[in-house]
């Protein structure tokens, strides 16, 4: 899969920590974030990488700031996108399965960077269910519509 990955000055170790692993696991990786630790917008790294996933350019993405929620706030503003922010691998398997998030976000301040690595790869394996799932993202895409 072609992953985008976004953060801010917060995550700029583990952003690449993150990168290296989703490569290992046979991944392309595109960097949308910053490389600086200068203290930037996390907005404007969430909006660029939930810009290219909403317009198919990229299969899905990890967000990443100081606590994961700034982020997905931003990316959460593009339509089409369900950005999910996960402390946990079980969340990030579910919110694949019945939420079909297209993105996930963590926190840098929140998770280590063996808890993060397991979350990503709990959601990159997981795959959405359908069924009732579909008919409750469908109504969260009706929301969308109507604003
Ligand atoms: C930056 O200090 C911090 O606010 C940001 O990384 C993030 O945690 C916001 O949600």
Known sequence: ???VIANDHAAVE???EIT?????LGHEAVN???????SCNYPEYGEKAARAVAAGEADCGILICGTGVGISIAANKVKGIRAAVCSDPVTARLVKEHNNANMIAFGARIVGSETAKA???AYL???FLGGRHQTRVDLIGKIEENR
């Open 119 to 121: 979350i990503v790869e």
């Open 125 to 127: 394996n997981a795959r």
């Open 1 to 3: 899969m072609k992953i």
């Open 32 to 38: 949308m974030g910053t490389d600086s630790h200068e």
């Open 14 to 16: 583990l952003k690449h």
């Open 20 to 24: 290296a692993y989703v490569r290992e």
